[in-house]
């Protein structure tokens, strides 16, 4: 054992440089990286964890308490580790000599591409074990995030003991750390299958609401503004609530917005759009909405920011458009542009809206109305397919929507995205995941 007195061996030196070099170059590898599992917040490079444990594991050589067993040990296993550099032979006999190679060893372990070199993983176990000869070490993390310094402590022979408040947190935690190296590529073979009946069977119930358009092009995003109503005397218009009427601005591909106000006879000022190839930034007005305050198109009034909250207050949020008994748009969300794509053809296409678009909105609040209407008829068994939870209170740090009505978890989500994610949810409960594997 380690006697108290000893120091270990971060405590005296590391090998900052190199590990630096290899913690930045980790950030750029997207492919078999634990980070691509599921987005987390200040995830630790795994370089860095792997060192600093190493560094906290190993006694110090040149500490007057390292016990002599280790450094024998130590010696023994550096000597025998396939292709060490010449001259290690001579240098490793003095205490001083071992702890640089030591040093050399960690910074060289932490490179991504010998995280998984058999030779390298029995050099840093065989000095984990070395220095801990009676038990296995113990790595305790409670607060432990996206999981990076258990996952070293296995890495490195240790057990781990890893939790943390947030769930989401927990989940990474035990898949990379239970599920992953318990199952390996069975695990990731049953999710591809899995994944892909579920995508096939979401599509498949989702499509009504997701129509192709009638010349085969394939709508891939729907860009919508919500909206105000201009309080100016004698005006009244709707204002859609747009930062920007910029569609695309690669250089081969310009597209932006431009209005006209249509003033009909008896009825409220309206603006519509085109799409157009605009020549230069000067084309492109300022858009309706900036500092909270919004702008109407129509005779320029400016709605104050808290007027603004307090309409929008009122469509919870707004994210959803108001129709009426016959699915005709009379308020709330409004559709700026459609986004497709073209069989055989490369590039984003940009147009207009049509009432199409819109059935198949409509289309969805009543399908989710249904769904919601069953689960309370049924007695509201299990959670609501909307979730109905309340949002932090106001003044939750990066919670900031309360003030624009949306209360719920579920006012986050257009009615269109929400039934959407209930089928996902639906069909992924639906989907029997082998038994070997829950
Ligand atoms: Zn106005």
């Given at each position: 054992?380690?006697p108290?007195?000893?120091?270990r061996?971060?405590e005296?030196?590391?090998?900052?440089?190199?590990?630096s070099k290899?913690a930045?170059?980790?950030?750029?590898?997207?492919?078999?990286?634990?980070?691509?599992l599921h987005?987390?917040?200040?995830r630790?490079?795994?370089?860095?964890?792997?060192?600093?444990?190493?560094?906290l594991?190993?006694?110090?050589?040149?500490?007057?308490?390292?016990p002599g067993?280790?450094k024998?040990?130590?010696?023994?296993?550096?000597?025998?580790?396939?292709?060490?550099?010449?001259?290690?032979?001579?240098?490793?006999?003095s205490d001083?000599?071992?702890?640089?190679?030591l040093?050399?060893?960690?910074?060289d372990?932490?490179?991504?591409?010998?995280?998984?070199?058999?030779?390298?993983l029995?050099v840093?176990?065989?000095?984990?074990?070395a220095?801990?000869?009676?038990?296995?070490?113990?790595?305790?993390?409670?607060f432990?995030?996206?999981?990076?310094?258990?996952?070293?402590?296995l890495r490195?022979?240790?057990?781990a003991?890893?939790s943390?408040?947030?769930?989401?947190?927990?989940?990474?935690?035990?898949?990379?750390?239970?599920?992953?190296?318990?199952?390996?590529?069975?695990?990731?073979?049953?999710l591809?299958?899995v994944?892909?009946?579920?995508?096939k069977?979401?599509?498949?119930?989702?499509?009504?609401?997701y129509?192709?358009?009638p010349?085969?092009?394939?709508?891939?995003a729907?860009?919508?503004?919500r909206?105000v109503?201009?309080?100016?005397?004698?005006c009244?218009?709707?204002?859609?609530?747009?930062?920007?009427?910029?569609l695309?601005?690669?250089?081969?591909r310009?597209?932006?917005?431009r209005?006209?106000?249509?003033?009909m006879?008896?009825?409220l000022?309206?603006?519509?759009?085109?799409?157009?190839?605009?020549?230069?930034?000067?084309?492109?007005p300022?858009?309706?909405?900036?500092r909270?305050r919004?702008?109407?198109?129509c005779?320029?009034?400016?709605?104050?920011?808290?007027?603004v909250?307090?309409?929008?207050?009122?469509?919870r949020?707004?994210a959803?458009?108001v129709?009426?008994?016959?699915?005709?748009r009379?308020g709330?969300?409004?559709?700026?542009?459609?986004?497709?794509?073209?069989p055989?053809e490369t590039?984003?296409?940009?147009?207009?809206?049509?009432?199409?678009?819109?059935?198949?909105?409509?289309?969805?609040q009543?399908?989710?109305?249904?769904?919601?209407?069953a689960?309370v008829?049924?007695g509201?068994?299990?959670?609501?397919?909307v979730?109905?939870?309340?949002?932090?209170?106001i003044?939750?740090?990066?919670?900031?929507?309360?003030?624009?009505?949306?209360?719920k978890w579920?006012?986050?989500?257009?009615?269109?995205q929400?039934?959407?994610l209930?089928?996902?949810?639906?069909?992924?409960?639906?989907?029997?995941v082998?038994?070997?594997?829950?």
């Amino acid at each position: 054992m380690i006697p108290k007195e000893c120091k270990r061996l971060a405590e005296v030196d590391f090998p900052i440089a190199v590990v630096s070099k290899h913690a930045a170059r980790e950030k750029s590898i997207r492919h078999g990286h634990p980070s691509t599992l599921h987005l987390w917040w200040a995830r630790r490079p795994l370089a860095a964890c792997r060192a600093m444990l190493l560094g906290l594991l190993l006694p110090d050589p040149c500490d007057p308490y390292c016990p002599g067993d280790f450094k024998k040990e130590a010696r023994r296993i550096l000597l025998d580790m396939n292709g060490h550099p010449r001259g290690w032979e001579r240098d490793i006999q003095s205490d001083e000599g071992l702890r640089k190679i030591l040093l050399k060893f960690i910074g060289d372990f932490s490179d991504w591409d010998n995280s998984a070199n058999p030779v390298y993983l029995d050099v840093g176990r065989g000095l984990v074990k070395a220095a801990h000869p009676e038990e296995t070490p113990l790595v305790v993390d409670p607060f432990a995030g996206g999981g990076s310094i258990p996952l070293e402590a296995l890495r490195l022979g240790c057990e781990a003991f890893a939790s943390d408040l947030n769930p989401v947190a927990c989940l990474i935690l035990k898949v990379m750390l239970e599920d992953i190296p318990r199952h390996g590529s069975e695990l990731a073979e049953e999710l591809r299958h899995v994944g892909a009946e579920i995508k096939k069977e979401a599509e498949k119930e989702l499509a009504e609401f997701y129509p192709k358009d009638p010349g085969g092009a394939t709508p891939i995003a729907y860009l919508w503004a919500r909206t105000v109503n201009c309080e100016s005397p004698n005006c009244g218009a709707e204002i859609p609530l747009m930062r920007s009427f910029w569609l695309c601005k690669k250089a081969n591909r310009r597209r932006a917005l431009r209005h006209k106000v249509l003033r009909m006879e008896g009825d409220l000022p309206r603006v519509e759009f085109e799409i157009f190839e605009p020549e230069s930034e000067k084309e492109i007005p300022g858009g309706t909405v900036s500092r909270a305050r919004a702008t109407c198109l129509c005779c320029g009034a400016v709605l104050s920011p808290e007027r603004v909250r307090a309409q929008l207050s009122e469509q919870r949020g707004g994210a959803d458009t108001v129709f009426d008994g016959n699915g005709k748009r009379i308020g709330g969300a409004r559709l700026l542009a459609v986004v497709t794509l073209r069989p055989g053809e490369t590039g984003r296409h940009y147009r207009l809206p049509t009432s199409s678009d819109y059935q198949a909105v409509w289309k969805a609040q009543k399908r989710l109305q249904e769904i919601l209407d069953a689960w309370v008829r049924e007695g509201r068994k299990g959670l609501c397919p909307v979730p109905d939870e309340p949002l932090p209170p106001i003044g939750t740090l990066g919670f900031r929507v309360q003030r624009y009505g949306m209360l719920k978890w579920g006012d986050l989500f257009t009615t269109r995205q929400k039934l959407s994610l209930a089928t996902i949810g639906r069909c992924a409960h639906r989907e029997n995941v082998s038994d070997s594997i829950v």
